[in-house]
């Protein structure tokens, strides 16, 4: 059984045949800058479902299920929302809200009003559209401060309100290819928020891809706040194994990043073996190996999956 935490739906036109353009890692983190056009062009056109395109590689690779959210775009909760409801029994969705401002490193001096309207709708995503939580979470586009604790001041009625949902949020670390924000990537100022909201489970995505200093702070972080857990994305076999043997596995889980970008690279492998050689080389425990792959997903994300089987509960209807 394996569970994908981390997944990005919906593409656009110009992101429909990057194979000329996209084969490595470094091609994707690069693309903006390459392709100016292109990307300036994906900023703006319609999403595009690509769901079956997802399914594809989960099917190929044994992935039971996934956390769907946005991509970066101008793509909303609404679109998620419908992907899921064409696969009740694969996907589970993520909001997220301003995916339009990490596209275009374009962010409010004053993003009081996302945050309001934030607040506004979470009870309408959690319980009317059954979201299981709040996705990856680019930090510059909820607030323009860089003090940790009026960053936690200005997330506050958020924080709340996931509380009262008992839902988790993703927060991101480490890089982006987008533009601007690289400042809110390293987690240490999670710190004063974890803190704040002991009822709010918190994952740090990718867990500093790899980089020593990102990784060093979001494990003292996760060291000092019950709280919060970790994604697998883009992190090495080193860090894996020190966060396992640091915080358990019961607080790491697996995820690939899957988008309509990064499901393009194909050097030194596709995404999915990249992503599950990780584990494999991370030299982990039978249990602890199944606890990253799904059973820490179930527990974060409270889905309503059977842990000795992996089987749905209930079944779901679109």
Not at 7 to 33: C, N, P, W, Y
Not at 242 to 252: F, M, P
């Amino acid at each position: 059984m394996i569970i994908d935490a981390h997944v990005h739906v919906m593409s656009s036109a110009s992101l429909q045949d990057l194979g000329d353009k996209i084969q490595t890692a470094e091609d994707l983190i690069a693309f903006r800058t390459r392709y100016p056009e292109l990307f300036a062009a994906a900023t703006t056109e319609p999403p595009l479902d690509n769901s079956d395109d997802l399914l594809s590689d989960m099917d190929r690779y044994g992935v039971g299920y996934a956390m769907v959210q946005a991509k970066p775009g101008p793509v909303g909760y609404e679109d998620v929302a419908k992907v899921v409801a064409k696969q009740p029994d694969r996907l589970f969705g993520l909001f997220s809200f301003a995916k339009e401002q990490q596209l275009t490193g374009v962010y409010l001096d004053d993003p009081t009003p996302i945050r309001e309207q934030a607040v506004g709708e979470i009870d309408r995503c959690m319980t009317e559209l059954g979201f299981k939580g709040m996705g990856e979470t680019f930090i510059r586009t909820l607030t323009a401060e860089i003090h940790p604790e009026r960053i936690a001041r200005d997330l506050e009625p958020i924080m709340r309100k996931l509380a009262r949902h008992k839902a988790p949020i993703q927060i991101m670390t480490a890089w982006t290819q987008f533009r601007g924000g690289l400042w809110f990537g390293d987690p240490i100022w999670v710190d004063e928020l974890a803190g704040r909201h002991p009822d709010v489970p918190i994952v740090l995505t990718k867990m500093g891809r790899g980089i020593q200093t990102y990784f060093d702070h979001a494990l003292a972080v996760a060291l000092r706040n019950e709280n919060v857990y970790f994604d697998t994305v883009g992190t090495s076999p080193e860090h894996l194994r020190i966060a396992v043997d640091k915080l358990g596995a019961h607080r790491i889980m697996f995820g690939t990043d899957w988008s309509a970008t990064w499901s393009w690279v194909r050097k030194p492998a596709d995404l999915y073996t990249i992503r599950l050689g990780v584990i494999d080389k991370a030299d982990l425990s039978p249990a602890d190996r199944e606890q990253v792959l799904w059973k820490t997903a179930v527990k974060v994300f409270d889905l309503p999956i059977d842990l000795t089987t992996g089987n749905l509960l209930l079944p779901r209807t679109s």
